[in-house]
């Protein structure tokens, strides 16, 4: 099945920009998702189909993707943003499968 | 606004069967396109897709839980359900139903489901 790889942490100074990576084989080929969760909460999609947002997500979430690495950045970072996040893609070569990555710490300096 | 909530025994006993309930508010689980789905979590851990049901009622799952997982769809009352047979401590998390599609974007909050006798 396919496996996503996320680094287990991150961490930035507060204004600055974090990049979240999210390695697959040839997943530039993939639609690529991002969810942000928060201690006790459910997840929330930041970003879907690589690089579009949500209604009422800020702009400064943003992602990319191309060859085997996906990338969420988020620019300008604040405090809120400390969260885990997660990429997931929707393998259909493979009878319909959700695979999520493993998840990263992004702690805010 | 659509709103998914999940139900269900807490706690579970080894070997026996897991069996939660979403039930789907302020709106029609079979009006459209879309997938209704389990994922859980185990205590701090990531995401793990359980399995999904269609608007159609096909069903789809997780490769390494399949022989263990049904998923059903009651339209009738607007519920979705979850059965995970022969559980053990390992299937001890937060269970969290969701709608999709390619992704997911509307969750429950989830319900700690810890397998012990």
């Known amino acids: 099945s396919y496996v996503l790889t996320q680094p287990p942490s991150v961490s930035v100074a507060p204004g600055q920009t974090a990049r979240i990576t999210c390695g697959g084989n040839?997943?530039?080929?993939?639609?690529v998702h991002w969810y942000q969760q928060k201690p006790g909460q459910a997840p929330v999609l930041v970003v879907y189909?690589?690089?579009d947002r949500p209604s009422g997500i800020p702009e400064r979430f943003s992602g990319s993707n191309s060859g085997n690495t996906a990338t969420l950045t988020i620019s300008r970072v604040e405090a809120g943003d400390e969260a885990d996040y997660y990429c997931?893609?929707?393998?259909?070569?493979?009878?319909?499968?959700?695979?999520f990555g493993g998840g990263t710490k992004l702690t805010v300096l | 606004q659509l709103q998914l909530q999940e139900s269900g025994p807490g706690l579970v006993k080894p070997s026996e069967t897991l069996s939660l309930t979403c039930t789907v508010s302020?709106?029609?689980?079979?009006?459209?396109?879309?997938?209704w789905g389990w994922i859980r979590q185990p205590p701090g851990k990531g995401l793990e897709w359980i399995g999904s049901?269609?608007?159609?009622?096909?069903?789809y799952y997780n490769p390494s839980l399949k022989s263990r997982v049904t998923i059903s769809v009651d339209t009738s009352k607007n519920q979705f359900s979850l059965k995970l047979s022969s559980v053990t401590a390992a299937d001890t998390a937060v269970y969290y139903c969701?709608?999709?599609?390619?992704?997911?974007?509307?969750w429950g909050r989830g319900t700690l489901v810890t397998v012990s006798s």
């Open positions: 969701a709608r999709h599609s390619r992704y997911f974007d509307l």
């Open positions: 302020g709106g029609s689980i079979s009006s459209s396109s879309y997938y």
């Open positions: 049901i269609y608007y159609s009622g096909s069903t």
């Open positions: 040839n997943i530039g080929s993939k639609s």
């Open positions: 189909d690589d690089s």
């Open positions: 997931q893609v929707w393998d259909s070569s493979s009878d319909r499968n959700w695979v």
